[in-house]
């Protein structure tokens, strides 16, 4: 498992991927750690298959008891079917994750973790001094769907919205945005259903001040790629599957 | 999943499946008790000694019905714990796995992993026993439904001698006797096989 600070300040971001023992036909995906100095929030945990590197990665940077926090943007397995072994290895965490699909993420077992709904209209998880904004990003692709700002590390983490599928062996940041475009366009013409829901998210953070997009799947952006991304995405069709 | 747990899930749900053959087979015999009353009833005392034969019938078609809800409902609980056992076992291997990797490749924290390895063991070890414990239990349920299914066979034989003895009524006596006897060869072989398919389980 490939492991790649992002941000170091008081607090910081690991991005992890690449995932070279991952079985062939299973998609890579991006997980990802904020750390304080006390506590750990694993965002986008990951699929089952994942779980075993994954927790061997985190451990370079946590202890198991400082892991007190899990974030799912949705639903899907890919980003949290590992819930039921991360339930039994932490004592003490929170999974936040919509409200919307409580029901159905606690069958991959949830019994020790706390399970946090997050409204329709988000929230905000505190980690010691750092506040990080919980941002609606619903039909992105799943019907109720959250992403996750840091305005200190001013990292966006977008979840399916800037994903690519890309070979194990793939750089961790988009290094030509225009030969990228290509890697994303299929999967966000068919995954996005609607072009109304994809405008109020893009309305909603041209606002933010992002240095870093973190997708689940692919590549991330940084510095004007940032900027590409939403001006390409704002001009894309979705919904192309009907 | 390995083709050990994938048989003890087939086990476990098997018993359901022919436990509610047993059922229906258990209702049928019910319903024999009650028509072989009213034969005897309108045999008067021709078919005097057939007509206490009818209560043990009725009443060892009763117990079986309530033997076999039982163990229906402890079927459920011992598949259940099966799901349980599962995970445990995923869980315990999953996390074997992370701390070898974790110290393979000089992970700073890997030691905290240590304890969860080790209570995940623990917990996986106790639903194994508690699944024995639980399958020994079933085991010794099912022995008293093959009971009752030796009962009503020695009840069949029973009835086929008063039923030589009812005249008229003979044939429809003797039918009577043939629907328990086969009712107790069906019941007998369905919860042999439960049996069998839980037997490598149990506690030894």
């Keep these: 498992m490939k492991m790649t600070k992002i941000y170091e ?101 949830c019994e020790s973790i706390e399970y946090v709904p997050i409204p329709d209209n988000g929230e905000t998880i505190k980690l010691e001094s750092v506040e990080l904004q919980i941002i609606p990003a619903h ?57 109304q829901a994809k405008r109020a998210w893009i309305d909603r953070v041209r606002n933010l001040d992002i240095d870093i997009i973190a997708p689940q799947h692919g590549r991330m952006f940084k510095g004007d790629d940032v900027k590409r991304f939403l001006d390409w995405f704002d001009a894309l069709q979705v919904g192309t599957g009907i | 999943m390995n083709s050990q747990t994938k048989s003890q899930f087939i086990a476990v749900a098997s018993i359901t499946s022919e436990l509610s053959a047993v059922m229906v087979v258990a209702k049928e015999i019910s319903l024999a008790a009650a028509n072989a009353k009213a034969i005897a009833f309108r045999a008067g005392d021709k078919a005097k000694g057939f007509q206490p034969i009818t209560d043990f019938i009725n009443e060892l078609a009763k117990e079986t019905i309530e033997l076999v809800t039982k163990i229906n409902v402890y079927a459920i609980l011992l598949y259940r714990l099966t799901v349980d056992e599962y995970r445990r076992t995923a869980a315990y291997n999953r996390f074997e796995q992370a ?35 639980d399958v020994t239990q079933l085991l010794g349920q099912l022995e008293a439904v093959m009971h009752h299914a030796r009962a009503a066979r020695v009840i069949a034989a029973n009835s086929r001698i008063e039923a030589s003895q009812a005249g008229e009524y003979l044939q429809s006596l003797q039918a009577v006797a043939e629907s328990v006897d086969k009712a107790a060869h069906t019941i007998h072989d369905n919860v042999q096989r439960c049996r069998i398919a839980l037997s490598i389980y149990r506690n030894s």
């Design chain 1, 139 to 195: 039909y992105l692709h799943s019907p109720c769907n959250f992403h996750v700002y840091d305005p200190q590390a001013k990292i966006l983490m977008t979840g399916s919205v800037g994903s690519a599928w890309e070979s194990a062996g793939a750089p961790v940041f988009v290094e030509r945005f225009d030969t990228h475009v290509e890697k994303m366009r299929y999967y966000h013409q068919r995954w996005m259903p609607s072009n």
């Design chain 1, 9 to 109: 300040g008081a607090h910081q971001w690991v991005m992890f991927g690449r995932d070279e023992n991952k079985p062939d036909n299973i998609i890579d995906s991006n997980q990802y750690i904020v750390r304080t100095a006390n506590k750990c929030l694993l965002l986008e945990p990951g699929g089952t298959e994942l779980f075993a590197p994954m927790m061997a990665a985190v451990l370079h940077h946590a202890p198991v008891e400082q892991i007190t926090d899990l974030f799912a943007s949705h639903q899907d397995p890919d980003v949290i079917s590992s819930l039921g072994l991360w339930d039994q290895a932490l004592s003490n965490a929170k999974l936040h994750a919509p409200a919307l699909w409580e029901g159905y993420i606690r069958h991959f077992g």
């Design chain 2, 99 to 133: 701390l070898k990797l974790a110290n393979t490749n000089g992970a700073r924290y890997a030691d905290s992993m240590l304890d969860p390895t080790a209570h995940a063991k623990t917990v996986m070890q106790d639903c194994q026993r508690q699944f024995k414990r």
